[in-house]
């Protein structure tokens, strides 16, 4: 049987869908394929509003043609997350530009269900979960429209009803969601395409370059959340360690791997344990003590392995290594947002000795360049009466006391980079002074490495959040002194502590750095009424975040031992799935048992009308229609008959007329013509 053709109601909604579901990722889309997606929507308007033609199988076919090689030419044969989302969204327009039936109008509105879908590998905020939802109201609402009783142009839409219909189905499903959501288990995938090398790869390099941070700190994007529970440091104190800058060659900072530091110490490193492990307490490293701080990270995908902590790195956490330079590293790049609470234990001062081979990286200096740096340095490390603590706190005085400035537009420096900028420029921002400092020390001899992370962030106090954005990246050096360990030396606050104390964002406002306004909507979201606003939406989102999009294996295993016990964790969750899927089947036993079929005005009124005859000895028999049923009353009462055989016939004209929807006018006389019988 053919299907039957789609109604101009039902097509409306989905042109919405069809826009509403490809605007999450469009940004993964190549731009050569987006104005061929436009072009699908006009001409389906187009069509939809009286004014275009449908194309012709050729076309269709062209158009097809057109987009593969599109697709192919600007993203390639491999197979990749992006090039499968690009298909879908592609063929989903595609689609459009033949649906002329029901069936069409349905295959269109489940791949629109898969669009959703796609957009949830690229964003799980709370807004974007939002605006899904929304997605697929509409896309329920296009396939109640596909049902509704529309025949005429002229006849107005039936939104209202389409709306009720949308939101009692969203309902309805809402507990059989929330059942799948907690019980069904959370299983790898069986397959998987590749996520493209590179990408969504923000925030820190583990390069840097003069100038590398600065750029970073005009970034406005979320890097992580912290949540502490007990005391909370203040922002003087947040140092959120990133990577180590152990590596130098005279225009670049990097920080070692094993094989670099394999090929550069041959004999010297035994094993992989001497540089990482995954161990609690790595005997020989270091000494640990009870930390006093107790946080968890919400870290958001960068594509990257490195995990910011709070100080240095006492112990790693599940799936991740701390290395020898006392940070952590994931085992594999984080593309989704990542919870995980660093050892509650702290690095102390009297840490134990280091190896010759780590003595020798962290004092590794190129042989020549930076002349005047390294003279001055050696004047300044004889002061010092040669005291590595001492050495530092000159330096410190050095940057506080000559005309430094903090800036975020540094003057370009090529060659001697540490010379032009002590002597020369003196301009520059965080990583300038890491640098030189640790240059410096180095030069003379003492174990000196730049830290990069992360200083400061936004404090929630309603849920002891901290919110730290890319542009609180910062820099500053560490150096080593035999007995007491790894110091922290941070040359930013000799020159500019405002930005230690109150954060880049304060500084800017009281004009202690160099740099261009702060954008106006950032400045709006942080005052009055909008900075309220915002907060609010932040806790909602960070309780989002961890409650439902963390919501993982370990989690549902440990909230089903809650629950039931410490018994095994998937028979648990057979026999609630199971438990489940009884009620289901008794509930709608129960519902089709007992539902009676909805029954239209007049259908009621012709009941009402047997109801009468029977008081008066006339039963319809079965299979008896309504015209025969009183032609053989009037044959048996000629009275009685007169009387009902013009109800029949207004009963027969409301029952099977063309109008769908009942005349009231005569619905009234019919009631009336009954009751006066």
């Not at 349905?106 to 791949?111: G, N, R, T």
């Not at 790869?201 to 005009?218: E, F, I, N, Y």
Request: aromatic share 12%.
């Amino acid at each position: 049987m053919a299907s039957p053709s789609v109604s101009r109601y039902a097509t409306l909604w989905l042109l919405v869908a069809q826009v509403m579901v490809a605007l999450p990722v469009l940004e993964v889309l190549p731009m050569s394929v987006l104005p061929l997606l436009v072009l699908t929507v006009i001409w389906r308007a187009l069509i939809w509003f009286g004014r275009g033609a449908w194309p012709s199988d050729l076309l269709r076919r062209l158009l097809v043609v057109l987009s593969l090689v599109l697709i192919v030419t600007a993203s390639g044969l491999p197979l990749s997350l992006e090039l499968a989302v690009t298909f879908l969204v592609t063929g989903y327009a595609l689609k459009m530009l033949e649906m002329k039936t029901r069936r069409d109008a349905l295959v269109i509105a489940y791949i629109g269900f898969f669009v959703v879908g796609a957009g949830v590998i690229y964003s799980q905020s709370l807004l974007q979960a939002l605006y899904q939802l929304l997605c697929l109201g509409v896309l329920v609402a296009a396939i109640h429209g596909m049902y509704s009783p529309v025949h005429s142009v002229s006849a107005s839409f039936p939104i209202k009803d389409t709306l009720r219909f949308t939101g009692f189905m969203l309902l309805q499903a809402l507990p059989l969601t929330l059942a799948l959501f907690i019980f069904v288990p959370r299983l790898g995938p069986l397959w998987a395409v590749p996520w493209p090398e590179g990408e969504a790869k923000t925030g820190l390099s583990d390069t840097m370059q003069p100038g590398d941070v600065a750029r970073l700190s005009q970034s406005y994007e979320l890097a992580f959340r912290a949540q502490f529970t007990g005391s909370v440091p203040p922002a003087r104190e947040r140092y959120w360690r990133t990577l180590v800058l152990d590596q130098y060659d005279g225009e670049q900072w990097w920080q070692s791997d094993l094989t670099d530091l394999l090929n550069q110490f041959p004999g010297d490193i035994e094993d992989e344990r001497d540089w990482q492990s995954r161990s609690p307490v790595i005997d020989g490293w270091w000494q640990v003590q009870p930390g006093q701080y107790n946080y968890e990270i919400l870290l958001e995908p960068n594509g990257r392995q490195w995990l910011p902590v709070l100080g240095m790195a006492a112990a790693s956490v599940p799936q991740a290594t701390v290395l020898r330079s006392l940070r952590l590293e994931a085992d594999k790049p984080v593309f989704e947002r990542r919870l995980y609470q660093p050892t509650r234990q702290s690095v102390v001062a009297q840490t134990i000795a280091m190896p010759s081979w780590l003595l020798a990286l962290n004092k590794s200096l190129p042989v020549n360049g930076n002349v005047q740096s390294r003279i001055l340095a050696q004047q300044l490390f004889a002061e010092s009466g040669r005291d590595p603590v001492t050495m530092g706190q000159l330096l410190m005085d050095y940057f506080n006391q000559k005309p430094f400035y903090y800036t975020l537009s540094p003057p370009l420096m090529d060659q001697n980079e540490v010379d032009q900028f002590l002597f020369v420029h003196r301009r520059g921002f965080c990583e300038h002074y890491a640098s030189s400092f640790v240059f410096m020390m180095r030069s003379v001899g003492i174990p000196a490495r730049i830290v990069t992370g992360y200083l400061g962030g936004e404090y929630l106090p309603a849920e002891k959040v901290v919110r730290v954005l890319q542009r609180d990246a910062h820099a500053w050096a560490e150096i080593w002194v035999e007995g007491q360990g790894w110091i922290r030396f941070d040359p930013t606050a000799a020159v500019a502590p405002e930005r230690i104390d109150l954060g880049i964002d304060d500084m800017i406002e009281q004009g202690g750095l160099l740099q261009g306004q702060i954008p106006l909507a950032y400045r709006f979201a942080q005052a009055g009424f909008f900075k309220s606003v915002r907060q609010g939406w932040e806790r909602l989102e960070y309780r989002w975040q961890k409650s439902v999009v963390q919501y993982q294996q370990e989690k549902q295993q440990s909230f089903m031992r809650e629950l039931f016990g410490t018994s095994s964790f998937y028979w648990q969750q057979i026999g609630v799935l199971g438990a489940l899927l009884a009620l289901f089947l008794i509930l709608f036993g129960v519902f089709a048992l007992f539902q009676r079929p909805a029954l239209n005005p007049h259908q009621k009124l012709w009941l009402r009308l047997e109801r009468k005859l029977v008081d008066r000895g006339f039963k319809r028999q079965t299979g008896e229609g309504p015209k025969d049923f009183a032609l053989r009353v009037s044959a048996e009462n000629e009275a009685m008959g007169t009387q009902l055989l013009p109800i029949v016939d207004l009963y027969i004209q409301l029952a099977y007329s063309e109008r769908v929807r009942m005349d009231k006018p005569l619905l009234d006389q019919l009631s009336k013509m009954i009751r006066q019988l």
